[in-house]
């Protein structure tokens, strides 16, 4: 809700003043929004672009995360915490996964073809893991492109497995046959337990970047970082830690044993276009 009256109040004034207030315009607000998102999954507004993980140790890019931005026409770009959550309400976030992997694909086969292998993990959501089609466009897409499985990975939130534990181990069992890695997404946000996870065919966790940020001030999050890096390891799994802003954390968590880092001290999230060019000129001094 915050989010659409964040996105109403940037339009002109004078209609925010109108609509502003009680429920019946609130759904007319909303209504308005999945029109235009819908309008804007079938046109062309939608925007890749990817973030890169790398290597703690090596400074190697290990993969790249593709996060979604919608180009709105008056507004600009919107990013997806604004309009994936309404996505999901509306019915439309299933042709937005396959949108968003469908883009991934097509710039992994010029990155390929450029001689950059680099997985490009896409985001799902709790609604495309209930779907039961997920599997055959996941490999059709791959068919299409004549991708390895390697071209792509998923990320996967806590909470898109608790709301249907069993079902949700049968459709990850079934993508990990495809080939593709898995990773939980925002781990330490929901409550799922390590336990649990151990049961599932997944290659890594995310530490969300609360905990991580968090490192930096408070001896809390430090203690559930490594100690959720160490249980992680326990069970055979990676560790990448996401929201990593500063040298210091980066290197905090290479002492740790974390593989992996993603966040603004390596790279802000950029058009997939401008991958190739970061990747050559990237180097990890640390
Ligand atoms: P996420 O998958 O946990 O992605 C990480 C978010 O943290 C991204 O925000 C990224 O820009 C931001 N971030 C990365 N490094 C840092 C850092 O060092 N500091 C801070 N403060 N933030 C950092 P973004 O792109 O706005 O995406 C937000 C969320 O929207 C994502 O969280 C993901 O859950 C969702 N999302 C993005 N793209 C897609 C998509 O294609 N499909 C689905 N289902 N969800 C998506
Ligand atoms: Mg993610
Ligand atoms: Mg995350
Ligand atoms: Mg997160």
Request: charged share 20%; glycine share 8%; with cysteine.
């Amino acid at each position: 809700r915050a989010a659409i009256a964040n996105f109403r109040a940037r339009q002109t004034g004078r209609r925010y003043l109108f609509y502003a207030g009680g429920l019946d315009t609130e759904c007319t607000h909303r209504l308005e929004l999945m029109g235009e998102l819908r309008r804007a999954i079938e046109g062309e507004e939608l925007r890749l672009f990817c973030q890169p993980k790398v290597e703690i140790r090596s400074g190697r890019v290990s993969g790249v995360e593709a996060l979604v931005r919608w180009d709105h026409p008056r507004l600009g770009l919107i990013d997806p915490g604004a309009f994936i959550g309404l996505a999901e309400s509306a019915g439309l976030i299933t042709p937005l996964t396959y949108w968003v992997l469908r883009a991934a694909l097509r710039e992994g086969y010029a990155w390929h073809a450029a001689g950059l292998a680099v997985p490009l993990a896409v985001n799902l959501s709790p609604h495309d893991l209930r779907d039961p089609l997920l599997l055959d466009h996941v490999s059709d897409a791959l068919a299409t492109w004549g991708a390895a499985p390697d071209w792509v990975a998923f990320e996967i939130t806590e909470g898109a497995l608790m709301d249907d534990p069993i079902g949700a181990r049968d459709r990850l069992v079934a993508l990990k046959k495809l080939g593709v890695e898995l990773s939980i997404d925002d781990f330490g946000t929901g409550y799922s337990s390590l336990a649990y996870l151990q049961k599932l065919p997944i290659d890594a966790i995310k530490i969300d970047q609360s905990f991580v940020s968090g490192m930096a001030s408070s001896e809390d999050s430090s203690v559930i970082v490594r100690s959720t890096i160490d249980m992680a390891h326990n069970l055979g799994l990676r560790v990448v830690a996401e929201g990593v802003e500063t040298r210091t954390i980066a290197e905090r968590l290479g002492q740790l044993g974390c593989e992996a880092a993603q966040g603004y001290y390596i790279s802000r999230p950029m058009p997939v276009a401008q991958y190739p060019a970061w990747s050559a000129a990237f180097s990890w001094a640390q």
